[in-house]
């Protein structure tokens, strides 16, 4: 079975870009959350969708970051402009309700 | 303000020997608990979980103690091996909000040969 699948891996960028994280969940799970984790504050929950709906944004730091869901089988989480503070690894994990979360092996963001 | 609190950054044990990872949180929301084991270079993976009603639960050479009234738990593996190594991560359910788990920053657990 595939697993959540997140592209890309591996990202660096200069500051001020736009930076585009993808994401493909679990067929079937109707919850996607994206996660960032850092040293300092380990991992964060940022949001995450039901049935492709938001439905709790509030870990998401600051207007610069926006995600969608636009069907079943895809999100994006954006940054735009990108800063040097952004970088981390980001996780998109998947689930049904009540079970267990499956991640992705993240996207590692580095903005220079 | 994080809810849930991992203090000890890094463990390192003998091989053979019991690892205690704790884990305190704050809100008394939570009633659901979980362990999350990660490598390096990978995503996180479920490990153990206990629900409020149970003081404790076993799987294997893991073991996760809830103790309620503290507001804290642990994970005790034993014994520990090698490939224990990694990066466990606790994390909790809210009773109102079952779908919006929320982990602690990890304790990165180094099992020494």
């Known amino acids: 079975d595939a697993g959540v699948i997140q592209s890309p891996r591996h990202e660096v960028t200069e500051m001020g870009q736009e930076v585009t994280l993808r994401c493909k969940p679990i067929?079937?799970?109707?919850?996607l959350f994206w996660y960032r984790q850092t040293m300092m504050r380990g991992l964060e929950l940022l949001i995450y969708f039901n049935n492709n709906v938001p439905i709790d944004d509030s870990g998401m730091p600051e207007d610069r970051f926006s995600a969608k869901m636009p069907n079943a089988s895809f999100s994006t989480l954006k940054i735009q402009p990108s800063e040097p503070r952004d970088s981390a690894v980001y996780f998109c994990?998947?689930?049904?309700?009540?079970?267990?979360?499956?991640f992705g092996e993240g996207s590692w963001l580095t903005v220079v | 303000d994080q809810q849930v609190k991992q203090n000890s950054p890094s463990l390192s044990v003998q091989e053979g020997r019991i690892s205690i990872l704790n884990c305190d949180y704050t809100n008394s929301m939570f009633d659901y608990f979980l362990w999350y084991k990660k490598y390096p270079a990978e995503g996180p993976t479920f490990l153990i979980s206990?629900?409020?009603?149970?003081d404790k639960n076993e799987d294997g050479r893991f073991t996760v103690f809830l103790n309620k009234s503290a507001k804290h738990l642990s994970l005790h593996i034993v014994p520990s091996q090698p490939g224990d190594s990694a990066v466990y991560f606790c994390?909790?359910?809210?009773?109102?909000?079952?779908?919006?788990?929320?982990f602690g920053p990890g304790t990165s657990l180094s099992v020494i040969p």
């Open positions: 206990i629900s409020s009603i149970k």
């Open positions: 067929s079937g799970h109707d919850y």
């Open positions: 994990a998947s689930s049904t309700l009540l079970n267990t979360i499956y």
């Open positions: 994390a909790a359910n809210h009773k109102t909000s079952y779908d919006k788990v929320i």
